[in-house]
């Protein structure tokens, strides 16, 4: 049920158990061959593509 897994993978994070904000890579738009190959060859959890240079992320 997602409602549980979903509550679970909060509490291992609240925890320090699971840092999924390590999972994501980021890419300037240009790169997207890179971080399409890097989500199949599983060397990026998930990829996120940037398009707009002023773009910070967590903001």
Do not use: C, R
């Not at 679970?8 to 738009?29: C, H, S």
């Not at 240009?30 to 989500?39: E, G, H, L």
Request: net charge negative; proline share 7%; no cysteine.
């Amino acid at each position: 049920m997602p409602q549980l897994a979903i509550q679970t993978l909060i509490d291992f994070w609240q925890a320090g158990q699971f840092p999924f904000d390590k999972l994501e890579k980021f890419y300037d738009f240009d790169q997207i061959n890179d971080a399409n190959a890097a989500s199949n060859d599983g060397s990026g959890v998930k990829p996120v593509l940037i398009i707009d240079h002023d773009y910070v992320p967590g903001e």
